[in-house]
């Protein structure tokens, strides 16, 4: 390991004299160093001061200087030390007052050059000292430190908490009885992805659970879903190569196991840039030619992901969107289950907010009144909440995205009537992402139908770099937790 320069041997502009020059003895008698009135007194290397803070003569040091070590007496009395003062110095004649100037311009340039050198090796141990404390402050500064889209800031950052602009997800399931559970995912200012679990019937968000171990690049989406089978966590990424990468962990479980997509299936590459969306069994992310690509687990068949087309709602016309669109992807049946009839949302071509159903025969029953058909701008993030409709097998769909004055916004169904909105939820950072909770269901455990209740409408999205939760209530959205993220 190399070890770092030593500055008392090299300065960048200066060099120290050789050890074969004079020796240079600082004496009472010699005006150095200069005193600045109303700074402190300036100290001889023996604990002596020749001027105070008034500018005033102070005391003379103990002993006059050093020679290879050793204490010498100076060759003759010191003006102060015989108390003869400004006349003495007159009285010695025009050679010796000739001599003393010459010594005090040589004593000048040396203190000089000696201050710059000491100056230097002080200044470069300062920085050293100052970059030790911000890392022991757990905040580090880097020119490869990216925001939420992977653009590089420059800007310091809290290695241990949310890192600005980054994406976003929640997922969460009913439990017996009463109540829910959901688990919030977001990435850290060192780019660990972490997740806090919410309770309702304790009200409270969990301490983080840090994935230190994984190669998540910075800014990468993390769609994140639930098997209730077991149940069990689904959490997707790309790392630093954009290599599409999943982990999984049961419900109280603290340590990640590699995602089957991983394990049985060839590494793939996503398109960087693009933004991903999941809801069981699907993963959705976006093309190089704009189209919109499918994962599915087929738990009926293989028991693994897989990459065909097969099943979307018309295999002829699937969707383009506009390039790097945000995406969610819901239910759009109540009673869920194969060949699972889902949607997504998405910014079309033109600019404008579309959906596109898919999964099954009775795909499109609650979105057959067509597309909100409203202008967003590009690139804004997209979410969306489904919950069952009473008295039919659709579902109410509230979509969210950010508008162009960087308020959150919202479109809706909640009945037969089509599409209503925008709806105003709330102000928020420039470029959040945006991701809202929608109760899983799968036939599998007969956990079928997408409850009628409201309790789990819940979105989340950054604020004053804060992640802000809010609630729908009957009709109006409110504020609810900010998520501790330490």
């Known amino acids: 390991m190399s070890l770092p320069p030593n500055h008392r041997d090299s300065q960048p502009g200066l060099e120290l004299a050789p050890s074969s020059d004079p020796e240079v003895l600082y004496r009472p008698s010699d005006p150095y160093p200069i005193a600045v009135p109303g700074q402190a007194p300036v100290p001889y290397p023996n604990e002596g001061s020749l001027y105070t803070a008034d500018g005033s003569y102070g005391s003379p040091p103990s002993s006059y200087g050093y020679t290879n070590g050793e204490k010498v007496l100076p060759p003759y009395p010191s003006a102060l030390e015989s108390g003869v003062g400004a006349e003495a110095g007159a009285a010695a004649g025009p050679g010796s007052r000739k001599k003393l100037w010459i010594m005090i311009g040589v004593l000048a340039a040396v203190a000089v050059i000696i201050g710059a050198v000491v100056g230097g090796v002080v200044g470069s141990k300062s920085s050293a000292n100052g970059a030790k404390a911000a890392e022991s402050s757990g905040s580090t500064s880097s020119p490869n430190s990216s925001n939420g889209n992977g653009n590089s800031t420059g800007a310091s950052v809290n290695t241990t908490s949310v890192r600005p602009l980054t994406r976003l997800s929640v997922t969460g399931r009913r439990l017996a009885g009463d109540g829910f559970t959901s688990r919030l995912f977001w990435q850290g200012g060192d780019n660990h992805i972490r997740t806090s679990k919410y309770t309702s019937t304790g009200?409270?968000?969990?301490?983080?659970?840090?994935?230190?171990?994984?190669?998540?690049?910075p800014g990468t989406p993390i769609p994140a879903t639930i098997y209730l089978l077991f149940p069990q966590f689904e959490v997707y990424y790309l790392d630093s190569k954009n290599t599409f990468r999943g982990i999984n962990f049961g419900e109280d479980e603290t340590a990640p196991k590699t995602d089957s997509i991983e394990t049985d299936r060839a590494a793939f590459t996503i398109d960087d840039g693009t933004q991903m969306s999941a809801y069981w069994p699907y993963i959705i992310y976006q093309n190089p030619n704009s189209t919109f690509h499918r994962q599915v687990f087929d738990s009926r068949g293989m028991g693994y992901f897989n990459?065909?087309?097969?099943?979307?709602?018309?295999t002829d016309v699937v969707p383009l969107g506009d390039n790097r669109t945000g995406i969610a992807v819901v239910p759009t049946v109540k009673a869920y289950k194969g060949p699972y009839a889902a949607g997504i949302a998405y910014r079309d071509q033109d600019g404008r907010l579309s959906v596109f159903s898919f999964g099954g025969d009775d795909t499109g029953i609650s979105w057959d009144t067509g597309s909100p058909n409203i202008p967003i701008p590009a690139r804004t993030s997209i979410a969306a909440i489904a919950v069952g409709r009473p008295n039919s097998n659709s579902t109410n769909t509230w979509i969210l995205y950010q508008d162009a004055n960087n308020k959150i916004q919202c479109v809706y169904q909640d009945d037969a009537n089509g599409w209503k909105g925008p709806q105003e939820v709330g102000d928020a950072d420039a470029g959040t992402d945006i991701a809202c909770l929608t109760e899983t269901v799968l036939d599998e455990p007969e956990q079928v139908l997408l409850s009628e209740q409201t309790d789990m409408r819940r979105c989340y999205y950054q604020y004053n770099g804060a992640i802000q939760e809010k609630r729908l209530t009957s009709s109006t959205w409110i504020d609810g937790d900010t998520i501790p993220t330490q």
């Open 203 to 217: 009200g409270q968000w969990s301490r983080p659970l840090v994935f230190s171990g994984l190669d998540a690049k």
């Open 307 to 314: 990459d065909t087309m097969q099943g979307w709602f018309d």
